[in-house]
């Protein structure tokens, strides 16, 4: 169990405490006390929206926040602690179990009799507790002894259960963008008494904009640089701290990806990959393939979804691209990395130029026929000739599958012969593009059809 005034004797009620902690990190300092300071997530707390209006009318129900990392989910849960005067209380649920969910309804319970306060129960990861430590909060939701506030970086809908997420409203938080963290870091510069106003400090545009590009939307990132930029610079003899492009490089050097591999950010990117190859952008394909594997991505991940997209959106267009990106993929395995970066780009713009084609997709209906309509009977002359000669034996008739007409041993390898079940000898699920190889092959299968056709008329 944590709580953000962790040098309180209580270890719960920092809400009303302007203190600051000289030795804390400036990024936690700095961590905004109302929703004036608040940045980003204007579509929830901006003025008139709806959490806003529940804010100022100081009645809070409980709430789950989801979104993805460094969003200020744990953040807005700490202003609206302050705002309606709540003892805030912190559970980590990869740390924290019932029994610590027992030690704070306690607690809140105390709190409760003795002065009416309500107690604020922030629950960061809470997609982590299972459905058992889930339902233990139901009660207590119920009495109104905690108001729950619960952090999430997944789909609340598919990582909690029902009864907890009806008992709750769900708001999504999104990404802090660039703009956000340079405010951020103009407030930490200005404010004296929990930032870095008290000293005199000149930070260049150019260094301000590094800082914010590569923080990745991360605020913390941002401030964290900043306070390093200014503790390891040397005022000059005015006692002016001047900090540069050149000193920001080196205080953040590596660029913060927000993708993190799992989760819905794993499947937003993922998504973003295969709809840029599905759409003919090489380049879009190679930015969104480039920042999953900065991410930390599994290449063999990679190539699982380009194998998939060369049968589903390549398909008989360039029957080829299949071969192809399987190629790559045996390549990579024998080079590994970095070299089979080569490999990657080689399938995913091999694919994006590629000439699209769905049809494959025409097993689907298909299925669907099969299912709805039971499958038919093979034709006699289809079944297999050995299993048929046995039986013709016994019954002491002739072998249905003689009838069969082998398509090789006539020109272009082809000869008219039904296929399917009489009931649906004439349905067709196939639906052809009009592109690449398949055009051809298309033209091909009308000949066939047309053949077929005339041998029919002819009987």
Same mark, same amino acid.
């Given at each position: 169990?944590?709580?953000?005034?962790?040098?309180?004797?209580? %270890?719960?009620?920092?809400? $009303?405490?302007?203190?600051?902690?000289?030795?804390?990190?400036?990024?936690?300092?700095?961590?905004?006390?109302?929703?004036?300071?608040?940045?980003?997530?204007? %579509?929830?707390?901006?003025?008139?929206? #709806?959490?806003?209006?529940?804010?100022?009318?100081?009645?809070?129900?409980?709430?789950?926040?989801?979104?993805?990392?460094?969003?200020?989910?744990?953040?807005?849960?700490?202003?609206?602690?302050?705002?309606?005067?709540? $003892?805030?209380?912190?559970?980590?649920?990869?740390?924290?179990?019932?029994?610590?969910? &027992?030690?704070?309804?306690?607690?809140?319970?105390?709190?409760?009799?003795?002065?009416?306060?309500?107690?604020?129960?922030?629950?960061?990861?809470?997609?982590?507790?299972?459905?058992?430590? $889930?339902?233990?909060?139901? /009660?207590?939701?119920?009495?109104? @002894?905690?108001?729950?506030?619960?952090?999430?970086?997944?789909?609340?809908?598919?990582?909690?259960?029902?009864?907890?997420?009806?008992?709750?409203?769900?708001?999504?938080?999104?990404?802090?963008?660039?703009?956000?963290?340079?405010?951020?870091?103009?407030?930490?510069?200005?404010?004296?008494?929990?930032?870095?106003?008290?000293?005199?400090?000149?930070?260049?545009? /150019?260094? &301000?904009?590094?800082?914010?590009?590569?923080?990745?939307?991360?605020? +913390?990132?941002?401030?964290?640089?900043?306070?390093?930029?200014?503790?390891?610079?040397?005022?000059?003899?005015?006692?002016?701290?001047?900090?540069?492009?050149?000193?920001?490089?080196?205080?953040?050097?590596?660029?913060?990806?927000?993708?993190?591999?799992?989760?819905?950010?794993?499947?937003?990117?993922?998504?973003?990959?295969?709809?840029?190859?599905?759409?003919?952008?090489?380049?879009?394909?190679?930015?969104?393939?480039?920042?999953?594997?900065?991410?930390?991505?599994? /290449?063999?991940?990679?190539?699982?979804?380009?194998?998939?997209?060369?049968?589903?959106?390549?398909? #008989?267009?360039? /029957?080829?691209?299949?071969?192809?990106?399987?190629?790559?993929?045996?390549?990579?395995?024998?080079?590994?990395?970095?070299?089979?970066?080569?490999?990657?780009?080689?399938?995913?713009?091999?694919?994006?130029?590629?000439?699209?084609?769905?049809?494959?997709?025409? @097993?689907?209906?298909?299925?669907?026929?099969?299912?709805?309509?039971?499958?038919?009977?093979?034709?006699?002359?289809? +079944?297999?000739?050995?299993?048929?000669?046995? $039986?013709?034996?016994?019954?002491?008739?002739?072998?249905?599958?003689?009838?069969?007409?082998?398509?090789?041993?006539?020109?272009?390898?082809?000869?008219?012969?039904?296929?399917?079940?009489?009931?649906? +000898?004439?349905?067709?699920?196939?639906?052809?593009?009009?592109?690449?190889?398949?055009?051809?092959?298309?033209?091909?299968?009308?000949?066939?059809?047309?053949?077929?056709?005339?041998?029919?008329?002819?009987?």
């Amino acid at each position: 169990m944590d709580l953000f005034n962790e040098h309180s004797d209580d %270890h719960g009620d920092d809400s $009303q405490s302007d203190s600051t902690n000289p030795h804390e990190p400036l990024a936690t300092r700095m961590r905004p006390h109302s929703l004036e300071e608040f940045v980003g997530q204007k %579509h929830i707390v901006g003025e008139g929206k #709806m959490l806003r209006r529940m804010i100022e009318s100081g009645v809070i129900g409980s709430l789950i926040f989801y979104g993805p990392p460094s969003s200020g989910k744990t953040t807005l849960a700490h202003v609206i602690s302050r705002e309606i005067n709540a $003892q805030f209380v912190v559970l980590n649920a990869v740390l924290d179990g019932i029994k610590d969910l &027992r030690e704070v309804v306690a607690k809140a319970e105390k709190m409760q009799q003795m002065n009416g306060r309500k107690t604020i129960l922030f629950v960061d990861e809470i997609h982590r507790w299972n459905k058992a430590q $889930q339902d233990a909060l139901l /009660p207590h939701l119920e009495s109104g @002894i905690i108001t729950l506030i619960g952090a999430t970086t997944e789909n609340p809908f598919y990582t909690m259960v029902s009864p907890l997420l009806s008992r709750c409203q769900l708001f999504e938080l999104y990404d802090l963008t660039r703009d956000h963290v340079l405010a951020m870091i103009g407030r930490a510069l200005e404010e004296e008494h929990r930032g870095l106003g008290n000293k005199n400090i000149e930070v260049t545009e /150019p260094a &301000r904009n590094h800082l914010a590009d590569f923080a990745g939307g991360d605020i +913390r990132n941002a401030l964290n640089a900043l306070e390093v930029a200014v503790l390891s610079s040397e005022p000059d003899e005015e006692g002016m701290i001047h900090i540069d492009l050149e000193i920001a490089r080196e205080c953040i050097q590596k660029r913060s990806v927000r993708y993190d591999g799992t989760g819905d950010e794993h499947y937003h990117y993922a998504s973003a990959f295969i709809k840029s190859m599905r759409g003919s952008d090489p380049d879009a394909a190679l930015y969104w393939m480039a920042a999953m594997l900065e991410g930390g991505e599994d /290449p063999n991940f990679l190539f699982r979804r380009m194998l998939i997209l060369a049968s589903e959106d390549v398909g #008989m267009a360039d /029957p080829h691209a299949l071969s192809l990106v399987n190629s790559a993929h045996e390549a990579f395995t024998k080079c590994g990395m970095p070299e089979g970066l080569y490999f990657l780009a080689h399938a995913s713009i091999y694919l994006s130029l590629a000439p699209k084609s769905n049809s494959t997709g025409a @097993i689907f209906s298909a299925r669907r026929e099969v299912k709805n309509s039971g499958i038919g009977a093979v034709p006699p002359h289809l +079944r297999d000739k050995t299993a048929n000669s046995k $039986q013709s034996r016994y019954l002491g008739v002739e072998n249905a599958s003689d009838d069969y007409i082998y398509p090789h041993s006539y020109d272009h390898h082809w000869a008219p012969q039904q296929y399917l079940p009489e009931e649906v +000898r004439n349905r067709e699920w196939y639906e052809p593009g009009q592109v690449g190889r398949e055009n051809k092959l298309w033209e091909r299968l009308q000949k066939i059809k047309e053949a077929y056709s005339h041998s029919e008329a002819r009987k």
